[in-house]
């Protein structure tokens, strides 16, 4: 992987010591035990476990939103449109949390509902996460732990990135998310050649960590949802991005950088900057000018002909 590569992907990391003080709608921020939700639909992906993980996955709740932690079994829901609004577009949705835990709600399933509904066959990607403590007590402490958000040098440059994290676990859950979805892609109504990813903070990272590294999926588009704005090397056979931040997002610090650098490399980029919203605002937060972003993607979508009803004819 490129040094550059490592710029956008090493802001995500920044995620797990500010995500909370960084959200300031009015829902309770306590965290709180939550039972293991009925997941019928998933389908493990079975890319293995995580080295080092002595703890069982585990659900709490924060925000009103159901989060899982400790995630050692990869999976991919779908959630299949109306075969009457069916389009044949597919796109994999990836949580944010760090890559710690899962915001699954806020930024998985009702995402993906919201696309369902306009006739995309939608798939929320669970996948590995690096451990965090066994006890829900000292994962609550080392979260509400004192921090402050990173801000710009006396310099006015960007402040250095913490290490990289290993994502190769969380890589290959993204090719095996992929390759499953154009395996079964004529049981799903899906056309191969129309699958997108979008994610959400650390999901962002991982859509942007799977276009830059990937050898085997080949989206047809992608949407990093307030996620790390450092500049990349752009492959040349990268899909058009559809980028979504707000500037009071302590992830945008002014940059726009893999903007600049998709735009460079003449590859289709629309970029949203709202004046509001924070971080962590899934389909939106009242009173928020980022609340419109879901449409404005929809009519992207509809713009680059995503949306037109196809008549799937795979030739895998």
């Known amino acids: 992987m490129k040094t550059t590569h490592l710029k956008l992907i090493k802001s995500f990391i920044l995620i797990a010591t500010v995500f909370l003080t960084s959200i300031t709608i009015a829902q309770d921020g306590t965290i709180y035990p939550l039972e293991a ?3 019928p639909n998933a389908i493990p992906l079975n890319t293995g476990g995580v080295e080092n993980q002595p703890a069982s996955e585990t659900w709490f709740k924060q925000w009103g939103d159901p989060m899982a932690r400790n995630i050692t079994n990869a999976t991919l829901t779908p959630f299949l449109p109306d075969p009457e609004k069916a389009n044949g577009t597919a796109v994999i949705v990836t949580p944010g949390g760090g890559f710690m835990w899962l915001s699954m709600g806020n930024e998985g399933w009702e995402v993906a509902e919201a696309l369902a509904e306009k006739g995309i066959a939608a798939f929320v990607l669970k996948y590995r996460l690096h451990p965090t403590a066994e006890s829900l007590d000292d994962f609550t402490t080392f979260m509400n732990r004192p921090r402050t958000a990173p801000s710009k040098t006396s310099d006015n440059t960007t402040p250095p990135s913490p290490p990289q994290r290993d994502l190769s676990n969380q890589l290959e859950d993204a090719e ?4 499953m979805i154009v395996d079964r892609a004529d049981d ?3 056309d191969i050649d129309r699958i997108g ?4 903070s650390a999901g962002a990272g991982l859509t942007m960590h799977s276009t830059l590294n990937s050898k085997t999926m080949k989206m047809a588009f992608i949407g990093p949802i307030y996620g790390g704005m450092g500049p990349v090397d752009v492959p040349k056979d990268a899909p058009p991005m559809f ?3 707000a500037t009071d997002d302590f992830l945008f610090r002014g940059q726009n950088g893999v903007i600049e650098s998709w735009h460079n490399a003449g590859i289709p980029v629309e970029f949203h ?3 509001n919203g924070g971080h962590g605002f899934g389909l939106g937060n009242p009173g928020r000018t980022s609340n419109r972003w879901f449409d404005s993607f929809m009519y992207w979508l509809e713009v680059n002909k995503f949306l037109e009803a196809n008549t799937v004819k795979n030739s895998k």
């Open 176 to 179: 095996a998310a992929y390759a």
């Open 243 to 245: 980028n979504v931040i």
């Open 273 to 275: 900057l709202y004046q």
């Open 37 to 39: 939700p009925d997941e």
């Open 197 to 200: 990813m979008i994610g959400f």
């Open 188 to 190: 799903w109504g899906v």
